[in-house]
C-alpha cells in the first residue's frame, strides 16, 4: 500500500510527481531543489545546499520521518567544485549517523543541486 505525502512548507512539485511517496516502512521522496516555498533561490551555494536540505526534511516530517531515519541519499552537484561546501553543509545536517549516499555532477535546470532520499518511516515515537 502508497501513501502520497505533501509538506505545505515546501516548494510544490514543477511536475507531475508527488513530493513523497510512503511504501510500507518507507519513504521515497521526489528531488529538492534550493528554493523556498515562495520561490526565491538563495544567491551562495552554501544557502542553496541548506535551503535544499531544509526542503529535503519538510519533506520527510511530513511523511512521518526524519534526518535520523534516512537510509540512503542522492546528491546532484552540477560543478565538482561544490563538493566541498556540500560535505560541509551535509555534515552538518546529516552527519551524526551518516547515511549511504551517491553524489555525482549533472546538468540540472536552472539550479545548482538537487537531492533525494529514502528514509524509515518513525516508528519510536
Known amino acids: 500500500m502508497k501513501r502520497i505525502s505533501a509538506a ?4 510544490a512539485p514543477v511536475g507531475p510527481y508527488s513530493q513523497a511517496v510512503v511504501s510500507g516502512n518507507l519513504v521515497f521522496t521526489a528531488g529538492q531543489i534550493p528554493t523556498d516555498s515562495s520561490g ?3 544567491e551562495d551555494f552554501e544557502s542553496q545546499v541548506r ?3 531544509l526542503n529535503l526534511e519538510a519533506n520527510l516530517r511530513a511523511a512521518g520521518s526524519d534526518f535520523d531515519h534516512v537510509i ?3 546528491g546532484y552537484l552540477t560543478d565538482t567544485s561544490q563538493l566541498e561546501t ?3 553543509v551535509y555534515a552538518e545536517l546529516l552527519g551524526h549517523a551518516p547515511p549511504a549516499r551517491t553524489t555525482v555532477c ?5 539550479v545548482a ?8 518511516l518513525v516508528t519510536d515515537k
Open 40 to 42: 526565491r533561490q538563495p
Open 51 to 53: 535551503q535544499t536540505l
Open 113 to 120: 543541486l538537487e537531492i533525494d532520499c529514502i528514509a524509515e
Open 72 to 74: 540512503k541519499v542522492n
Open 8 to 11: 505545505p512548507d515546501a516548494p
Open 86 to 88: 556540500f560535505n560541509r
Open 106 to 110: 549533472v546538468a540540472l535546470w536552472g
